[in-house]
């Protein structure tokens, strides 16, 4: 889809009701729901952190979303696709602050330049025991990305046909921070396999889209 025609029918999309954990849980792991139900104490103080889902035109105005492939780290999350942002900062007004601040850091794209258009359903991820709270951004320049080479290993440029494509879902089997292998749902993009956290951050952001697109 071409990037003004994306920009048009977006201008709907605060006005959209959530769907929520209904549609975070479509592309969960199996346990999840358990995990959740007990660690509800954790969840009351967990660390924050803040991600954007950052929408924008290639140099042929075609409309693509921006995801990162984390470096490999002695974590949770090492090496796993997710959206750019990070970690709550005591000086950080708030948690949109946080999305755009970090996500100026791992790929280089100024604030400034950033429309913010909705925030997500929070998620809770109890191996790392943060609540990560999800915005929609746009930014309508092609960006010239820099990526931060002591977090970031590389950028993933998916085009949003690609993305809300239900061929590109499927099941895998992973290897979890449990060290446990199982079965979960994932995306598929651009070769990258795409699941746990940020894959039902994704799938409430695809059933968003579907609801304007």
Do not use: C
Not at 58 to 80: C, E, F, P
Request: glycine share 4%; proline share 6%.
């Amino acid at each position: 889809m071409h990037f003004e025609a994306f920009k048009i029918l977006m201008s709907n999309i605060s006005s959209i009701h959530l769907p929520g954990e209904d549609s975070q849980f479509k592309m969960s792991p199996p346990f999840r729901k358990e995990l959740v139900e007990e660690n509800r104490e954790k969840m009351i103080h967990a660390k924050k952190a803040g991600v954007m889902a950052l929408f924008y035109p290639d140099r042929n105005d075609v409309t693509h979303l921006i995801l990162i492939l984390r470096k490999t780290y002695k974590g949770v999350h090492s090496a796993q696709v997710g959206f750019p942002g990070g970690k709550y900062e005591d000086d950080d007004p708030h948690l949109e602050y946080t999305a755009l601040r970090e996500t100026e850091e791992e790929v280089g794209v100024s604030a400034d330049t950033v429309e913010v258009l909705k925030s997500m359903t929070p998620l809770y991820i109890p191996p790392s025991n943060f609540t990560v709270a999800p915005f929609i951004g746009i930014t309508h320049q092609t960006p010239q990305f820099i990526k931060q080479d002591d977090e970031v290993e590389d950028l993933i440029e998916v085009k949003l046909s690609d993305f809300i494509d239900d061929t590109n879902t499927t099941d895998v089997a992973v290897m979890t921070s449990y060290k446990v292998e199982i079965e979960v749902p994932a995306f598929m993009l651009n070769g990258h396999v795409v699941w746990g956290a940020t894959a039902m951050m994704l799938s409430e952001l695809k059933d968003l889209l579907k609801k304007v697109l």
